[in-house]
């Protein structure tokens, strides 16, 4: 028995992969699975420097050496590993890495807003996917998904997809600092701002052509232009044996361990919106994927989503071992499921070349932080279309989204614009008259950031 990719789909021709991942009840074959795969990693690649870039902001604030290498490695390992479980163990065509936004959260308002020592971090991560392992065993997970309304949590990814757009645009040079309004438009003329801007161009034509890869395929376009123009020197080289991750690995243990001598409401704070935007993020993921690949019934269950939840939660787990933020599923999965990818293979093809790429790690290393830029704006473009999914004609839903939406740019925090939504949502509820409509559980969660900003607890 062998497994021909151009063979047809019949008993007589499955082999030990075909039947593994029951290729002939999906309807697919090896061919449309390997491209699948190649497909899905190609589109997520961008992780593999914007997840460093973001991490790096905070990583650098306590240890000067220079640890994107590390960040590379941490990065493609943890994807690698969790993709590789969702693959063989749900058998899904699901890619997984560290969540875009989650480590915005991370870098920006634990380590560099709370001034949390960046290791304390990755053990609440840690901490983290731990809770998550015990909410996919047990049926909280249900009861914590059913307390917060459906506007809030569509808000909290258009929220999050602004707060992305919002720190590339900053990075770029294109929003700078003004001590008349806060912020304005920068000097466009400098040669980082420009080339910035041509990459933004050149992404949004990609993605608008629905090129796979885009997103990748913009980074590497706007690098390009700053090496030759000179605005960014060349990288080093293309490939290398990679040093391992000394500095970044088991750091969360070591966070760990000085958990308890940090102000202890503060971390569970960070825990809980680690988990909350882990916890909805992948369910409306998940959700959206598995409509589209055809795993949902027709009484809207999803058989395999545990398997796909432990997946997470494991890789959320291991991740911040390995050094990095949150992992979680990509909604980029859909690209490799539009090509064909229907079983496990997919995830493992991905997952394969995910491992590889820290083999490029100088080539990585020597992309210039400006030209992640267009890749983050358009993943705030795509985040953004949560958006619609609000009841914009409910003026309590209405209110409530907004300010979740608005808060997190402006604060610069993905928890406050998260803690605006939480408090206004019930209390409109309430003032409508239909408090009754509002959860046991949402109200819990309203007063307790009411208390956080009544006397500062948290």
Partial sequence: ???????????????????????????????????????????????????????????FLNDPRDLFGEL???????????????????????????????????????????????????????????IFILLTLSNLRSAIVAAIPEPIKHAT?????????????????IIVASETTLTTLGNLRQPATATAILGIVITAALVTRRVAGSLLWGIIATALLAWVFGVAPWPGGVGAIPT??????????????????????????????????????????????????????????????????????????????????????????????????????????????????ILLIPFFSGIPSFATAPALLIVGVLMMSGARHIDWDDPAAAIASFLTILMMPLSYSIAEGLAMGLIAYPLLKLVQGKGRDTSLGMWILAIIFILRYLFGGL
């Fill in 157 to 173: 990814t258009a929220g999050i997809g602004l707060f992305i757009a919002y720190i590339a645009l900053k990075g770029a040079g």
């Fill in 244 to 357: 391992p991750p000394v500095d970044l690995f088991g750091q969360a243990f070591v966070g760990l361990g000085q958990l308890l001598r940090n102000n202890i409401w503060q971390l569970v704070s960070i825990v809980f919106v680690f988990l909350f935007v882990d916890l909805f993020d992948t369910i409306g993921t998940l959700t959206g994927l598995g409509t589209k690949a055809g795993y949902i019934d027709a009484e809207g269950k999803f058989p395999q989503v545990e398997k796909a939840f432990m997946a997470d939660a494991v890789g959320t787990t291991a991740g911040s071992v390995l050094g990095t933020s949150t992992v979680t599923t990509y909604i980029e999965s859909a690209s490799g499921i539009a090509v064909g990818g229907r079983s496990g293979l997919t995830a493992v093809v991905a997952a394969v070349l995910f491992a590889a790429s």
């Fill in 1 to 59: 028995m062998t497994n021909d990719i151009n063979a047809p789909l019949t008993p007589e021709n499955d082999g030990a992969i075909a039947r593994f991942f029951n290729f002939a009840a999906l309807n697919t074959n090896l061919r449309t699975e390997l491209l699948a795969g190649v497909t899905t990693f190609f589109t997520m690649a961008y992780i593999l420097v914007v997840n460093p870039d973001i991490l790096s902001n905070a990583i």
């Fill in 72 to 130: 590379v490695m941490a990065t493609g390992l943890a994807a690698a590993l969790a993709t590789l479980i969702m693959g063989l163990y749900a058998k899904l065509p699901f890619a997984l890495a560290p969540g875009m936004g989650i480590n915005a959260y991370f870098a920006f308002t634990v380590v560099l807003g709370l001034g949390v020592d960046w290791r304390v971090a990755l053990a609440a991560v840690f901490v983290e996917g731990i």
